[in-house]
């Protein structure tokens, strides 16, 4: 009788050095002892169709997808749910035992799931949100919010063009507000989102003007490196409710490792401790 296959899973990416994922999923695989794996794969854009197309013959159940890829995978993946769809990206693959290619984009959740942990009293029909940024992480956040029931949602971003792309895709409860006018929209805004990459380490700082920040508003930031941004500095400052990045990396990751290795995990204090050490 041949013994048990030991699952396989991992992420893929260009660069991936800087990637918390394998300290996040290991922490798992040791909590719930699971026989397995999960490993880091630099693969460049030429190298990812038949890096995806060999990893199940190595025994791989399953990766995870950054940047630069989580776009590309939807022409390769052979069924690609909705959400993966409308948000035009996935970050999720499952290979299943038919051969197929399974792609799911669990940011949405993952953004969600974090704001309901770290501000458990906002409730979607608590007013209008304001969006900062209009990338591939503001698509996942507007198609959750729009999901969750929010009324309306305010978008600006440097380059106008894709706010308005955003509108076109998404309807008539986005709105579109100019990158100069971006400190307006906070007056309103019952929670207020960073999707872009303004107060990142190495990023240029987000200069958008906060004096309209309401003290009544839930402010997140996707960042994560701070972990402190400026603008959550300042929320806090405030009186607003803030909610940091990490916690949407940690649950985005629940649904990828359920499937792949079984148990559901928990994200807690200690997960968190375990991917900031």
Not at 168 to 177: E, L, P, Q, S
Not at 208 to 226: E, S
Request: net charge negative.
């Amino acid at each position: 009788m041949s013994p048990e296959k030991i699952p396989l899973a991992g992420v893929i990416g260009s660069p991936i050095a800087h990637s918390k994922s394998p300290l996040l999923h290991r922490h798992w695989l040791v909590r719930y002892g699971v026989q397995g794996f999960y490993v880091p794969m630099d693969v460049n854009a030429r190298d990812l169709r038949d890096v995806l197309m060999t990893l199940p013959k190595a025994g791989f159940v399953g990766v995870n997808i950054t940047i630069p890829h989580k776009e590309a995978v939807l022409e390769i993946a052979d069924l690609v749910t909705d959400r993966a769809t409308l948000i035009g990206a996935a970050n999720t693959l499952i290979f299943r035992a038919d051969g197929k290619i399974h792609a799911d984009n669990t940011d949405g959740y993952g953004f969600v799931e974090n704001l309901k942990s770290g501000a458990p009293d906002w409730t979607p029909q608590s007013g209008p949100a304001a969006v900062i940024g209009a990338g591939g992480a503001a698509r996942a956040v507007l198609a959750s919010l729009l999901e969750a029931g929010v009324p309306e949602i305010m978008v600006a971003n440097r380059t106008r063009v894709r706010a308005e792309k955003l509108q076109a895709d998404f309807g008539n409860r986005i709105t579109v507000v100019d990158w100069v006018q971006a400190g307006n929209m906070l007056e309103d805004a019952q929670l207020v989102v960073n999707t872009s990459s303004l107060g990142m380490v190495g990023k240029p700082e987000m200069r958008v003007p906060l004096d309209g920040l309401q003290k009544t508003a839930v402010v997140t930031d996707l960042v994560y490196t701070p972990l402190k941004t400026r603008l959550l500095e300042v929320a806090e400052e405030r009186g607003c409710v803030t909610v940091d990045g990490l916690g949407m990396l940690l649950h985005q990751a629940v649904p990828g490792f359920e499937r792949w290795f079984g148990p559901r995990p928990d994200v807690d204090a200690e997960t968190r401790a375990a991917v900031l050490r």
